[in-house]
């Protein structure tokens, strides 16, 4: 099972590494995308917020981005707390804590990001 995770982990932090490549590039690298493509050159520009809010690829896009984001940083935080407090109970207490509060982040965020790309459809 523990192999399992671990391919996870490694799966989740290279989409972590793809998704937020193209973050970055779409919200920090305007002006070298611009000449090569149509990306705003204003990004945080309300305007150009709510456009990308409107689209489903960009939701889905934020919702994966923030799973795979907290999957790789709580399986890691796991990891290096299990080490410090060894034990079979100390064990599942900090499983157990990392997955309510990992689940509590992924709802909250995901609700968000659908709340604001629902609200952004209404004209």
């Not at 995770?5 to 305007?30: I, T």
Request: hydrophobic content about 55%; glycine content about 10%; proline content about 2%.
């Amino acid at each position: 099972m523990r192999s399992r995770y671990w391919f996870l982990n490694l799966l989740a932090g290279l989409a972590v590494l793809v998704l937020l490549s193209w973050h970055m590039a779409v919200m920090h690298l305007e002006d070298l995308l611009g000449v090569v493509s149509s990306v705003s050159a204003a990004p945080l520009a309300w305007a150009q917020v709510v456009e990308r809010g409107r689209s489903a690829a960009y939701a889905v896009t934020y919702v994966l981005l923030l799973g795979t984001a907290l999957f790789h940083g709580f399986y890691g935080l796991q990891t290096v707390l299990k080490e410090y407090w060894p034990g079979r109970t100390a064990g599942n207490l900090i499983t157990a804590g990392c997955w309510l509060a990992g689940g509590a982040l992924f709802s909250v965020g995901a609700y968000a990001t659908i709340a604001f790309h629902s609200a952004s459809l209404v004209p």
